[in-house]
T-cell receptor, first 114, second 114 residues
């Protein structure tokens, strides 16, 4: 079955430190990949997307992600964490053959320590 | 531009009651979908629609009905609410045009079933 795995349900970093949130998917065909962010009591906001163009994708708020086909990964990074980055982050995948259906990872709660 | 609008924002039901969660979008998107969000499980697809008069089941459709009589609206019906349906529900929409892969999410409906 096609699936999306986010390693680490909770990640804590110090302000100014590197943020690395991991996402792996199971598919032999490169899918469309997305990262969404959810702030408390809000809906989901798109951070960035990969749709078979450049493998390094830049998003909003200084985030970027690199698609690695050989590793079936799409990890999210930010060089320097800010307090306002504290939120829950979801990796989502649109697998080949689906209209627009997204399969979500279980989410990673990011805490930024002062 | 309102985007995706969900009503109500909060709802408390008793077991066995019925209700309809409303979702409307003003972007003329063909694709609309409903997800439920539960702690540690990410978002799971309940039902989706690729156009007026066309609906299909997602990963967790049991206990929910949908219909799509217009492009703009995609209501989700709970015919007999159960405590297991306590969750946060998100509606999303997207264009089906190739190259337009982004799903836009509503702010969510928080449902408690007692």
């Amino acid at each position: 079955a096609q699936s999306v795995t986010q390693l680490g349900s909770h990640v804590s970093v110090s302000e100014g430190a590197l943020v690395l949130l991991r996402c792996n998917y199971s598919s032999s065909v490169p899918p469309y990949l997305f990262w969404y962010v959810q702030y408390p009591n809000q809906g989901l906001q798109l951070l960035l997307k990969y749709t078979s163009a450049a493998t390094l994708v830049k998003g909003i708020n200084g985030f970027e992600a690199e698609f690695k086909k050989s590793e079936t990964s799409f990890h999210l990074t930010k060089p320097s964490a800010h307090m306002s980055d504290a939120a829950e982050y979801f990796c989502a995948v649109r697998f080949s053959g689906s209209a627009r259906q997204l399969t979500f990872g279980s989410g990673t709660q990011l805490t930024v320590l002062p | 531009n309102a985007g995706v609008t969900q009503t109500p924002k909060f709802q408390v039901l008793k077991t066995g009651q019925s209700m309809t969660l409303q979702c409307a979008q003003d972007m003329n998107h063909e694709y609309m979908s409903w997800y439920r969000q539960d702690p540690g499980m990410g978002l799971r697809l309940i039902h989706y629609s690729v156009g007026a008069g066309i609906t299909d089941q997602g990963e967790v459709p049991n206990g929910y009905n949908v219909s799509r009589s217009t492009t703009e609206d995609f209501p989700l019906r709970l015919l007999s609410a159960a405590p297991s349906q306590t969750s946060v529900y998100f509606c999303a929409s997207s264009s089906l045009d190739s190259g337009k892969n982004i799903q836009y999410f509503g702010a969510g409906t928080r449902l408690s079933v007692l």
